[in-house]
């Protein structure tokens, strides 16, 4: 069983800053790729961005420049450093990883339940 836990998300004017943080537990072998996601009501959810390893993020062009993602590999951590917040940043988002839950076993998609952000103008 492998558990994502968002933390983080709330209500901040536009122009503010929101850091999102993410904990992975449970059966862990590896972890690959580690993600952030957006969804607002009607509409598909959408990567906000999304990291492997050690890598460097990669970025929905509309938060280039102003979010940031790292990760914390020795304790399964994820963050979103979200600055210049527009009222089109406004979701909910989503953790998501890709998680070997044992050796022997295969990859697959976890998400946490997600985390309300409200930006006002």
């Known amino acids: 069983q492998v558990q994502l836990v968002e933390s983080g998300g709330g209500s901040v004017q536009a122009g503010g800053s929101l850091r999102l943080s993410c904990a992975a537990s449970?059966?862990?072998?590896?972890?690959?790729?580690m993600g952030w996601y957006r969804q607002v009501p009607g509409k598909q959810r959408e990567l906000v961005a999304g990291?492997?390893?050690?890598?460097?993020?990669n970025y929905a062009d509309s938060v280039k420049g102003r979010f940031t993602i790292s990760r914390d590999n020795a304790n399964n951590m994820v963050y979103l450093q979200m600055n210049s917040l527009k009222p089109e940043d406004t979701g909910v988002y989503y953790c998501g990883a890709d998680v070997r839950p044992g050796a022997a076993r295969p990859s697959r998609r976890y998400w946490g339940q997600g985390t309300q952000v409200t930006v006002s103008s």
């Open positions: 990291i492997i390893g050690g890598g460097s993020g």
């Open positions: 449970g059966s862990i072998f590896s972890i690959n790729y």
